[in-house]
């Protein structure tokens, strides 16, 4: 299990919101133009977007993206890139729950034989 001192190192969303020996939860609430910090993801996971329209992922390697989102979207950790921050780059409130399967590394040199 994280402990408050992993989460604050490493936030994957800006709330710990459930932990089992199986999954974490993670939820993510950004207000337009907020920022969640940058994190790295090493564990296969899969997104629903609960609420928003735009967000912008920059990435480690300084190039970023724009995505835009709807309620009720997935995106799977091979959609995206392993270090990443995100902004709120749209005008309503973005929100996304993040579920995180322990024991499943997020392997990013293998994603392009997933997509």
Do not use: C
């Not at 974490?24 to 629903?48: C, K, N, S």
């Not at 995206?80 to 409130?93: D, I, K, S, V, Y």
């Amino acid at each position: 299990m994280l402990s408050s001192a992993d989460v604050a190192v490493n936030p994957i969303g800006t709330d710990l919101i459930y932990e089992d020996e199986r999954i974490r939860v993670w939820r993510i609430d950004l207000a337009p133009g907020q920022v969640a910090d940058f994190h790295t993801h090493e564990l296969d996971y899969t997104t629903v977007v609960i609420d928003g329209d735009v967000v912008e992922r920059p990435n480690e390697d300084g190039t970023a993206d724009l995505i835009t989102v709807a309620p009720g979207q997935l995106m799977r950790w091979y959609d995206g890139t392993q270090r990443h921050g995100l902004r709120n780059a749209g005008t309503r409130p973005f929100r996304n729950v993040i579920v995180e399967l322990k024991g499943l590394p997020a392997d990013f040199d293998a994603r392009g034989s997933r997509k």
